[in-house]
C-alpha cells in the first residue's frame, strides 16, 4: 500500500514538473518568459547576471535572483553600488541562494524544487482530510488539488508560490498534530513556529495566518490554561522572532523598521490601475523623474535611492489617506470582497475558463463545507486561515490577485471535500 502511495505522490511530482515546463515554454513563445530551455551559462547570463548589473530590478523574477546572487556572493542584501535593500523579504531570496548554491544556475533545479514543493503540500492536506473528516475526504482533497492547473502553472515560475504554499499546508499540518496530540512538548511548538518566520519571510501575508494558528493551539480542550498559554506564546514569538531580526537589521542598515520598500510602491501603482484613487505614476519600473505629488527627491551619492523613493511615496500615502479616510476604507472593503470572486483579468480565453472552472468547484463548496463542520476547530482553522491570507493583502496590495487568491484556493479544496464526499456518502446511502 505504501509504494502504491509513493508511486502516486511520484506521479504527481512528474505531472507538477511537466506541466510547469510546458507552461514556462509557452509563456516564452508568447514573448513573456525567458527560454526555460535555455543552456545554463544563458540562464545565468540573463536571469543572474544581468538583474544583478541593471540599475534596478524591477520584475519579481529579476528581484528573486538580484538578492539570491547578492547573498551567494556574500554582499548580503545590497544594491549594485553597495547600498543595503530591502526590496524583496529574505525568505524566498536564501531559498534559491540555497538551490543555486547547491545545483548551480540552473532553471531546472527551481522548476523540481518547486513541483517537490507541491507535492508535498497535496500530501499533507490530503492525509489531514483523511485523518481528521474522512477517507473520502483525503481522496477528493487530493482530486481537487491535482486539477488545480493554475497552481502547477506556477511551479514553471520562479515566484514564491510553490514554497508559500508548502509552508503554509505543513504549518496547518503540524497545528493539527499538535491540537491531536496533548502529548507534544515545547520542541514542536518551537519547530511549528520557526516554520511559521519562515512562511512570513517568504510572503509576510502569512502574518494573517499566525494569530489563527496561535489562537487554534490555545483552545485546544486538553494541557490546562496555563500551559496552553505558555506554549501558544511560544509559537508566537518564535513566529514573529525571524521577521523581528529582518526589521531591526533594516533599523539599523535603512535607518527605517521597513518589512519591504516595495510595499508602497505596489500599493500606490495597483490604485493607479483600479478606480485611480492614488497615482504616483509607474515610478519604479521606468524610474521617471516625475510624478503627479512633484518631482522625487533629489539623491546625493551616498544616499540610498531605493530606500527615499519609498520613503517619499509612504508618506505621500499616508497623507493622501488622512484625506480619504472613508474612500479608503471602501477600496480596502471593495478588494477583500474582490478576492473571494473569480479572477480573469488579463488571461487567454482557455486560462479564464480555467479560472472559473475552478472556482465554481472549490470556493462555493468550500465555504459550505466550512458552515457544515462549524463544529470542528480544524474547519474554523482553514477558514479564518484563508480569512487571513486574504484580508492582510487587501490593505497593502491593490485588487484582486491570482497570486494571492491561490493559497486561498488550496485551503478551501479541504473544506469543499469534505461537502463532496458529504454528497457522494448521501448519494450512496439512497
Known sequence: MKKKIFALFFAVFLFQAGFGLYYAISEHKRGQYFDPLAPSSEYFQHQ???????????????????????????????????????????????????????????????????????????????????????????????????????????????????????????????????????AKRWPAFLALGLLSGFGVLVRPAFLGVVPVVALFLFFRSRGGLRKNFLSTLLYGLTSLSLLTAWVVRNQTLLGEPLVTTNS??????????????????????????????GPLPPVLASENRELKDALFLRDQFREWKSKNSRFYLWLTTWRFKSFWMPYTADMSPRNQ????????????????????????????????????????????????????????????????ATEYARIAARARVQ
Open 48 to 182: 543572474i547576471l544581468d538583474a544583478w548589473n541593471a540599475p534596478r530590478a524591477w520584475g519579481d523574477l529579476e528581484a528573486y535572483n538580484r538578492a539570491a546572487y547578492s547573498l551567494i556572493t556574500r554582499h548580503g542584501f545590497e544594491t549594485l553600488d553597495g547600498q543595503p535593500s530591502a526590496w524583496v523579504t529574505p525568505g524566498f531570496p536564501a531559498f534559491l541562494a540555497l538551490l543555486y548554491s547547491a545545483f548551480g544556475y540552473h532553471f531546472f533545479a527551481v522548476l523540481f524544487f518547486n513541483a517537490l514543493c507541491v507535492t508535498l503540500a497535496y500530501a499533507a492536506l490530503s492525509q489531514l482530510g483523511a485523518r481528521v473528516f474522512s477517507s473520502a475526504t483525503g481522496i477528493t482533497t487530493f482530486i481537487l488539488l491535482c486539477l488545480n492547473l493554475r497552481m502547477s502553472m506556477f511551479v514553471g515560475y520562479i515566484y514564491t508560490e510553490s514554497l508559500f504554499v508548502s509552508i503554509l499546508a505543513l504549518t496547518l499540518y503540524g497545528a493539527v498534530e499538535i491540537y491531536r496530540n496533548p
Open 264 to 293: 508602497v510602491y505596489a500599493l500606490s501603482e495597483g490604485n493607479q490601475d483600479f478606480y485611480k484613487a492614488f497615482t504616483f505614476g509607474d515610478v519604479y519600473k521606468n524610474a521617471p523623474s516625475q510624478t503627479p505629488y
Open 353 to 416: 475558463a480555467i479560472s472559473l472552472f475552478l472556482w465554481l468547484i472549490i470556493f462555493p463548496a468550500g465555504l459550505l463545507g466550512w458552515y457544515r463542520n462549524r463544529k470542528d476547530p480544524v474547519a474554523w482553522l482553514f477558514g479564518l486561515s484563508t480569512v487571513g491570507l486574504i484580508a492582510l493583502p487587501s490593505l497593502v496590495v491593490v485588487g484582486p490577485s491570482l497570486r494571492y487568491q491561490l493559497p486561498a484556493q488550496i485551503l478551501l479544496s479541504l473544506l469543499a
